[in-house]
């Protein structure tokens, strides 16, 4: 079965300092990587994903994340953050493109301050 | 992205009752649809996947009496929480897989916030 590890529960980060969190899968033959984006009493978003081709994913938000198979990590990162992005980050993973259920990390929250 | 709609938001209940919970798929058909639960300041879990045109499929340790699914129809799937308790009290979240975008990811509805008294 899948597992995510999300290794940080909060990070705190001052507006316009980079970032960057945590994620860490089980190996698997083939694996397919997310990061959504959960604000207060919502849905997710989705922010990138990662399926095949360059290791580097480039996402919205000015968001991106780097597959590193070696390490099984699939870590976010941001150059500058903005107060707006305070929210809850969760990475997930799911072994085919298919119909299938995704399994979730326990989830980051990012408090960025001014 | 593809747009999934859930209904309603929020919901207060009293101990005992069954609420209803909608998912649409609004600009796809969607086979499968996914249920999942988050507790208050965690994860989301997985309940069960809902197949149109025949049984859910429930994750260990929930109880398909007490959640019932039906996916009566390629854009509808909906969730009955039969005799609530407090301990029944979550957010509740549905999702669709969609081709879009290379496929792989899942489009998430809005979310219900269930509450009972």
């Known amino acids: 079965a899948q597992s995510v590890t999300q290794l940080d529960s909060q990070v705190p980060v001052f507006e316009e300092a980079p970032v960057e969190l945590r994620c860490n899968y089980s190996s698997s033959v083939s694996v397919y990587l997310f990061w959504y984006v959960q604000y207060p009493n919502q849905g997710l978003q989705l922010l990138l994903k990662y399926l095949s081709g360059s290791t580097l994913v480039k996402g919205i938000n000015g968001f991106e994340a780097e597959f590193n198979k070696s390490q099984t990590s699939f870590h976010l990162r941001k150059p500058s953050v903005h107060i707006s992005d305070t929210a809850e980050y969760f990475c997930?993973?799911?072994?085919?493109?298919?119909?299938?259920?995704?399994?979730f990390g326990s989830g980051t929250r990012l408090q960025v301050q001014p | 992205g593809a747009v999934v709609s859930q209904h309603p938001s929020w919901v207060i209940c009293k101990s005992g009752t069954s609420v209803k919970i909608e998912c649409r798929s609004l600009d796809f058909q969607a086979t499968t649809m996914f249920w999942y639960r988050q507790f208050p300041k965690q994860s989301l879990m997985l309940m069960a996947t809902?197949?149109?045109?025949?049984?859910?499929?429930?994750e260990q340790g929930v109880e398909k009496d007490k959640f019932l699914i039906n996916h009566a129809s390629l854009t509808l799937s909906t969730l009955t929480v039969t005799s609530a308790h407090p301990e029944d009290s979550s957010f509740y979240i549905c999702s669709a897989p969609s081709d879009r975008g290379g496929g792989g990811e899942l489009f998430f509805g809005e979310g219900s916030r269930l509450t009972v008294l």
């Open positions: 997930a993973s799911t072994a085919g493109t298919g119909r299938r259920a995704l399994t």
């Open positions: 809902s197949n149109e045109g025949s049984k859910a499929t429930y």
